[in-house]
């Protein structure tokens, strides 16, 4: 495997090293919205793919820069079922961005036009940071996450990957229509937990201003909007995963 994208170097920005002469170059890390060098071989191509699913699932994700919302803001004292609910509530979001991830993994994978990939780079890696945070949100309130995120990535991978093969206008189609969903839901969740919770309200409002402006730039790519039926369709899975999610 050549390298993904957390040891990928960027030749030009070398800079000599100060102590071993100037043979030797000091390389900044690529960053995570720079578009990603695409002469990988199949078995690379895999490994890769393998790499980000099992650190989604199970692992830690690489995450942009930014700071998580939730820093500085002080512990509510909610109740016991209150704190439960909540956390059952962001055990949903972060299930929710392990689709998120699935989708534009799969998408990425088979998206036809480079331009396509890399313009959705950076909203991948920002679904990341809220993958981040929901989880340490959801521990924080004495909760845990869901057993059905490996079966979750699994098939939003799938969706994704036929998505991208339907052609990059549908696929971003479905990134946009998929955003706008999100939104609506983080909507309802913003008016279902405590006021007093600002840690939680700090980490759902980032995510809502992040997913507009994903939904945004997959319409700025080429979105089509997509026909009523695949929107209703979209709209019953998120139920019946909320609904599962909130339980198991
Ligand atoms: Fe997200
Ligand atoms: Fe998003």
Redesign the pocket.
Known sequence: MRGSEWILHEPSSGEAHPARGPHVRLYQPMPLDRPMPRDYTPADSLLIQLDHALRTVFGRPHVTERQDPADGLPEAELSDAERDHVARLMRINHSGEVC?QALYQGQALTARLPGVRDSMAR?AA??ND?LDWCERRVHELGGRLSLLNPLFYAGSFVIGAVAGLAGDKWSLGF?AE??RQ?ERHLDEHLAEVPAADARTHAVLEQ?KV??IG??TKAVEAGAAALPAPIRDAMRLTAKVMTTTVYRV
């Open positions: 998120a909203a920002e679904e809220h990134v998929t955003e999100v995510m992040d997913e994903h939904a």
